[in-house]
């Protein structure tokens, strides 16, 4: 129905009626008329100067799509969308499929131009004969302009001028429908509906639809199913399958009639399928973390994704967060499948899903900070056993606030102590318990005494670092600290990326030095591989690549760039040396078995026995393992737990298994600007499985031909590697 500020003032009803059913009908009256109806009032002369000052620049031709996490192997491991869409190009589109939406959409496509004038004006008759709306007369065109017209509005107003059933909505989408005539050619416009169609069951697309209902690809869709999609778009919900089984074969019928009118198949085709029942075979489409594999590891991917988006402010975190739900994008992470197997299975072994207790590991890899792998003991999910929590991780990525490091905190002021010249034959008497003072914050500001005991009141004498640190000696370092200065101590573990899990500063108290501070298991680990690595810490990161939907790279700041010296090697070393002897005979980790030679790490038994930590490196990995009640660690402790326990008996048994699992990194050969077929064959005899990307990219190469590939350098042997092709114009 035409609203009131839709016609000017003095126009005849008559008219009014016919400019309302014209538009409806497809906007070819309505276009015709407008300089009438201009003559006689001001609102149909800005009806008519709109469409000709209309920007349709501001329509985009790439709809929502999703975005795809893959592991470092190529594999996909998470899909993020706002509507479920997987664009494909026309030739991945069966010809029955074309045929049969062209059939009931839009039968002359091919004929005309942005307007049907034989379709409006016949749908226009019909209608005035009815007194009513019974047929439209919409191009596909047209059609493809107002899906993409809604697909990006961005608020309810917009969408509903998109939707609302006025004069000058139809003359929005003419417009833009003439723009889309001029610019593209038939089939890029048949391409472009076919992926942005919204079919049912929260399927958008026809790969998507192909999926949902039928379980295949678009390009394996027979006659029967293709004319069922077909008939969904007049109404996805009415004729949805799934819900109105009965609806949806009626509608289909009408398809395969039209197309038996227009000869694209025989009567005898038609009676033949018609006979036929529907056959489905659905599938729920998997998007979020929730229905991903490695939910945990999804989540931190996520959380780092919105913030490159975001470029880290988070006044944009909102508008990131749409970003990647409809940006079409192509993530690559550090994810490492065979490590993650082999911690779940090493955490699974020592810790229930259904016990109050929880067990958390990270894995990072030394020398690049790439997060290998997250693991929880937890199920994903609510209720009893499960959590939607990653906890190994801090609060910025998915976890919580974090767990208290115990005595694995120990570290930072030996380093804070060899740091500062002090030599490790440095020793205190240290008595079971004592009460010292003299301890001031970086403001300068004393604080109260404070006592301090050993985990066993027998534990006493003279200790130097190495003694000290193999026995975690508290009352050791205790001295340790208050003679290095608490400040340097705080400032050390903030040099190597520690923060509390929710993201606050360190608390500058004595006790931190115990390890008071609750943090995750993330940073842990990557604290401890800058040690590994002679002192040069890198952040935890688990993004290595992005590209958008037009396939352009999206810039990341990965920590390879930000690797940081904190400390000069001889203390990293001398500290990592110290660390061995953990495991060593004289250490508090005697009885578990080193994964490797190297093997380095420190226990950490919590406060009232309120949670127990690991944290060590093994040749190229580190890890931290902290095992508690999720409850709350002082309120239901862990009695008879240590660090030497179940999380270093986790820590050893995963890296083990992640060391006989490791699937070193090769470079990829140089495919670049090589036609599709020769870069299939050049990677497949290299040892890799390949893939193409959804759309071309635009580039000044050939088309056709590769401009890059996704991971760009090195992947894991035997993994997928997606390659992106050019347009050819670079438009």
Same mark, same amino acid.
Request: glycine share 10%; charged share 20%; aromatic share 8%.
């Given at each position: 129905?035409?609203?009131?500020?839709?016609?000017?003032?003095?126009?005849?009803?008559?008219?009014?009626?016919?400019?309302?059913?014209?538009?409806?009908?497809?906007?070819?009256?309505?276009?015709?008329?407008?300089?009438?109806?201009?003559?006689?009032?001001?609102?149909?002369?800005?009806?008519?100067?709109?469409?000709?000052?209309?920007?349709?620049?501001?329509?985009?031709?790439?709809?929502?799509?999703?975005?795809?996490?893959?592991?470092?192997?190529?594999?996909?491991?998470?899909?993020?969308?706002?509507?479920?869409?997987?664009?494909?190009?026309?030739?991945?589109?069966?010809?029955?499929?074309?045929?049969?939406?062209?059939?009931?959409?839009?039968?002359?496509?091919?004929?005309?131009?942005?307007?049907?004038?034989?379709?409006?004006?016949?749908?226009?008759?019909?209608?005035?004969?009815?007194?009513?709306?019974?047929?439209?007369?919409?191009?596909?065109?047209?059609?493809?302009?107002?899906?993409?017209?809604?697909?990006?509005?961005?608020?309810?107003?917009?969408?509903?001028?998109?939707?609302?059933?006025?004069?000058?909505?139809?003359?929005?989408?003419?417009r833009h429908a003439l723009q889309l005539e001029k610019t593209m050619s038939k089939d890029a416009i048949l391409?472009?509906?076919?992926?942005?169609?919204?079919?049912?069951?929260?399927?958008?697309?026809?790969?998507?639809?192909?999926?949902?209902?039928?379980?295949?690809?678009?390009?394996?869709?027979?006659?029967?199913?293709?004319?069922?999609?077909?008939?969904?778009?007049?109404?996805?919900?009415?004729?949805?399958?799934?819900?109105?089984?009965?609806?949806?074969?009626?509608?289909?019928?009408?398809?395969?009639?039209?197309?038996?009118?227009?000869?694209?198949?025989?009567?005898?085709?038609?009676?033949?399928?018609?006979?036929?029942?529907?056959?489905?075979?659905?599938?729920?489409?998997?998007?979020?973390?929730?229905?991903?594999?490695?939910?945990?590891?999804?989540?931190?991917?996520?959380?780092?994704?919105?913030?490159?988006?975001?470029?880290?402010?988070?006044?944009?975190?909102?508008?990131?967060?749409?970003?990647?739900?409809?940006?079409?994008?192509?993530?690559?992470?550090?994810?490492?499948?065979?490590?993650?197997?082999?911690?779940?299975?090493?955490?699974?072994?020592?810790?229930?899903?259904?016990?109050?207790?929880?067990?958390?590991?990270?894995?990072?890899?030394?020398?690049?900070?790439?997060?290998?792998?997250?693991?929880?003991?937890?199920?994903?999910?609510?209720?009893?056993?499960?959590?939607?929590?990653?906890?190994?991780?801090?609060?910025?990525?998915?976890?919580?606030?974090?767990?208290?490091?115990?005595?694995?905190?120990?570290?930072?002021?030996?380093?804070?102590?060899?740091?500062?010249?002090?030599?490790?034959?440095?020793?205190?008497?240290?008595?079971?318990?004592?009460?010292?003072?003299?301890?001031?914050?970086?403001?300068?500001?004393?604080?109260?005494?404070?006592?301090?005991?050993?985990?066993?009141?027998?534990?006493?004498?003279?200790?130097?670092?190495?003694?000290?640190?193999?026995?975690?000696?508290?009352?050791?370092?205790?001295?340790?600290q208050r003679a290095v200065g608490l400040c340097k101590s705080v400032k050390m573990a903030q040099r190597f990326?520690?923060?509390?899990?929710?993201?606050?500063?360190?608390?500058?108290?004595?006790?931190?030095?115990?390890?008071?501070?609750?943090?995750?298991?993330?940073?842990?680990?990557?604290?401890?591989?800058?040690?590994?690595?002679?002192?040069?810490?890198?952040?935890?990161?688990?993004?290595?690549?992005?590209?958008?939907?037009?396939?352009?790279?999206?810039?990341?700041?990965?920590?390879?760039?930000?690797?940081?010296?904190?400390?000069?090697?001889?203390?990293?070393?001398?500290?990592?040396?110290?660390?061995?002897?953990?495991?060593? $005979?004289? %250490? #508090?980790?005697?009885?578990?078995?080193?994964? =490797?030679?190297? /093997?380095? @790490?420190? !226990?950490? *038994?919590?406060?009232?026995?309120?949670?127990?930590?690991?944290?060590?490196?093994?040749?190229?990995?580190?890890?931290?393992?902290?095992?508690?009640?999720?409850?709350?660690?002082?309120?239901?402790?862990?009695?008879?737990?240590?660090?030497?326990?179940?999380?270093?008996?986790?820590?050893?048994?995963?890296?083990?298994?992640?060391?006989?699992?490791?699937?070193?990194?090769?470079?990829?050969?140089?495919?670049?600007?090589?036609?599709?077929?020769?870069?299939?064959?050049?990677?497949?005899?290299?040892?890799?499985?390949?893939?193409?990307?959804?759309?071309?990219?635009?580039?000044?190469? $050939?088309? %056709? #031909?590769?401009?890059?590939?996704?991971?760009? =350098?090195?992947? /894991?042997? @035997?993994? !997928?590697? *997606?390659?992106?092709?050019?347009?050819?114009?670079?438009?």
């Open positions: 129905m035409l609203e009131s500020g839709d016609r000017g003032e003095g126009v005849p009803r008559t008219l009014g009626r016919l400019v309302a059913a014209s538009a409806t009908a497809g906007g070819l009256v309505a276009l015709l008329l407008a300089p009438v109806a201009g003559a006689a009032g001001l609102g149909a002369r800005k009806a008519a100067d709109d469409f000709r000052n209309m920007n349709v620049e501001r329509i985009t031709r790439y709809p929502s799509e999703k975005s795809v996490v893959y592991a470092s192997d190529g594999r996909p491991i998470a899909t993020f969308f706002d509507e479920f869409r997987d664009p494909v190009r026309l030739d991945q589109v069966s010809p029955v499929m074309r045929q049969a939406i062209i059939a009931i959409e839009d039968s002359r496509f091919y004929e005309h131009g942005a307007l049907d004038a034989k379709a409006v004006l016949r749908a226009f008759t019909r209608n005035a004969e009815a007194g009513r709306t019974r047929e439209g007369g919409s191009t596909l065109t047209q059609q493809y302009a107002k899906n993409l017209l809604l697909a990006n509005a961005r608020t309810q107003k917009e969408r509903q001028q998109v939707t609302a059933p006025t004069f000058m909505r139809k003359l929005r989408e003419l391409e472009g509906y076919l992926n942005i169609a919204y079919f049912g069951a929260g399927a958008y697309g026809v790969q998507a639809a192909a999926q949902r209902y039928f379980s295949k690809q678009a390009s394996a869709l027979t006659l029967p199913e293709a004319a069922l999609l077909a008939g969904l778009t007049k109404n996805p919900f009415a004729y949805d399958p799934l819900l109105h089984p009965k609806a949806a074969r009626e509608r289909r019928d009408v398809v395969l009639a039209r197309m038996a009118e227009l000869g694209v198949i025989t009567r005898q085709e038609e009676k033949r399928q018609v006979a036929q029942g529907i056959r489905l075979h659905p599938t729920k489409p998997r998007g979020g973390c929730a229905t991903s594999d490695v939910p945990f590891y999804c989540l931190y991917v996520r959380a780092e994704m919105v913030r490159v988006l975001a470029q880290g402010k988070p006044e944009l975190f909102k508008e990131a967060e749409e970003k990647l739900q409809r940006g079409g994008y192509t993530i690559r992470t550090s994810f490492d499948p065979h490590a993650q197997h082999a911690v779940q299975e090493a955490v699974d072994a020592r810790s229930s899903a259904s016990s109050a207790k929880v067990a958390a590991q990270a894995v990072v890899e030394v020398g690049t900070g790439r997060l290998k792998s997250l693991v929880t003991s937890k199920r994903f999910g609510t209720g009893e056993g499960r959590t939607t929590l990653s906890l190994a991780a801090d609060a910025a990525h998915g976890g919580g606030v974090g767990v208290s490091a115990g005595s694995t905190f120990k570290i930072f002021t030996l380093l804070a102590a060899l740091d500062a010249g002090m030599p490790v034959r440095t020793a205190f008497p240290s008595p079971g318990s004592m009460t010292l003072r003299g301890f001031k914050t970086c403001k300068g500001r004393e604080l109260p005494a404070w006592t301090v005991r050993n985990s066993h009141e027998s534990q006493s004498g003279r200790f130097t670092m190495r003694t000290g640190t193999w026995g975690s000696v508290n009352t050791y370092f205790a001295q340790l990326g520690i923060t509390r899990g929710d993201g606050t500063p360190l608390q500058e108290v004595p006790p931190q030095v115990l390890g008071s501070n609750e943090i995750d298991m993330v940073h842990l680990s990557a604290a401890y591989a800058g040690i590994a690595n002679h002192g040069v810490y890198c952040p935890p990161v688990s993004v290595l690549e992005a590209t958008g939907p037009n396939g352009r790279p999206v810039r990341l700041d990965l920590p390879e760039r930000r690797c940081r010296k904190v400390v000069s090697p001889w203390v990293a070393d001398t500290t990592h040396h110290i660390m061995r002897g953990v495991l060593g $005979p004289r %250490g #508090t980790a005697n009885g578990i078995e080193k994964p =490797s030679k190297d /093997a380095a @790490g420190k !226990t950490g *038994t919590c406060e009232n026995f309120s949670c127990a930590v690991f944290a060590g490196t093994s040749g190229n990995l580190s890890s931290a393992v902290a095992y508690w009640d999720y409850r709350g660690g002082f309120r239901y402790p862990v009695t008879g737990v240590y660090g030497a326990g179940i999380p270093a008996e986790i820590w050893s048994a995963s890296l083990k298994a992640a060391h006989r699992a490791h699937r070193p990194l090769v470079t990829l050969p140089d495919t670049r600007g090589m036609a599709l077929g020769a870069a299939v064959s050049t990677l497949d005899r290299a040892g890799f499985k390949t893939a193409v990307s959804r759309g071309p990219v635009r580039s000044h190469l $050939p088309k %056709g #031909t590769v401009v890059y590939t996704s991971p760009s =350098s090195q992947i /894991a042997r @035997g993994g !997928t590697v *997606t390659l992106f092709l050019s347009n050819g114009g670079a438009r």
